[in-house]
């Protein structure tokens, strides 16, 4: 009798283990760290966190030496590394008020793919849809009711 609660309970420890990683596909509400990212990316693709770790390690060691030689590195459906050139400027000391002279650089910049932009970004009011919004057509409605006339075509 022994025997069938110690199996019992070794069958309720493995499906509680599989509910918690079928039921783990919600991302944490605060901020990942990296430890965070590569455990939830080990839980969701059944592969050791030390894989994942490999793997990001990877494809930043990829992305600089790219952006290094290339100029840019792009990562699909995410965005692109882009190297920039700053030119000579000059500055201003908040301290004390004297204009200096800030030197020319090289930086980062990264661009975010379209298809990474669209789920983040509400669209612009200069867009399509603010276009479409406030063309005279629509407005022929609005106008009449309020104005008491309509507008001409042409």
Same mark, same amino acid.
């Given at each position: 009798?022994?025997?069938?609660? =110690? &199996?019992?309970?070794?069958?309720?420890?493995?499906?509680?283990?599989?509910?918690?990683? =079928?039921?783990?596909?919600?991302?944490?509400?605060?901020?990942?760290?990296? =430890?965070?990212?590569?455990?939830?990316?080990?839980?969701?693709?059944?592969?050791?966190?030390?894989?994942?770790?490999? /793997?990001?390690?990877?494809?930043?060691?990829?992305?600089?030496?790219?952006?290094?030689?290339?100029?840019? /590195?792009?990562?699909?459906?995410?965005?692109?590394?882009?190297? +920039?050139?700053? &030119?000579?400027?000059?500055?201003?000391?908040?301290?004390?008020?004297? +204009?200096?002279?800030?030197? +020319?650089?090289?930086?980062?910049?990264?661009?975010?793919?379209?298809? &990474?932009?669209?789920?983040?970004?509400?669209?612009?009011?200069?867009?399509?849809?603010?276009?479409?919004? /406030?063309?005279?057509?629509?407005?022929?409605?609005?106008?009449?009711?309020? /104005?008491?006339?309509?507008?001409?075509?042409?």
């Amino acid at each position: 009798m022994a025997t069938k609660k =110690t &199996a019992t309970k070794a069958t309720a420890k493995a499906a509680t283990s599989t509910a918690t990683s =079928t039921k783990g596909t919600k991302l944490p509400a605060t901020k990942m760290t990296k =430890t965070a990212v590569i455990r939830y990316m080990a839980e969701q693709m059944e592969v050791s966190p030390k894989q994942i770790g490999a /793997f990001l390690s990877l494809l930043i060691e990829t992305a600089v030496a790219q952006t290094r030689k290339q100029g840019e /590195f792009t990562i699909p459906g995410l965005g692109k590394l882009v190297k +920039a050139q700053r &030119a000579a400027r000059m500055g201003r000391n908040p301290a004390t008020g004297e +204009a200096i002279k800030i030197k +020319a650089k090289t930086t980062v910049k990264f661009r975010l793919a379209k298809a &990474a932009r669209m789920p983040l970004c509400r669209p612009s009011p200069s867009g399509n849809i603010g276009r479409k919004l /406030f063309r005279l057509s629509n407005l022929r409605p609005i106008r009449k009711i309020l /104005f008491g006339c309509s507008i001409s075509a042409g």
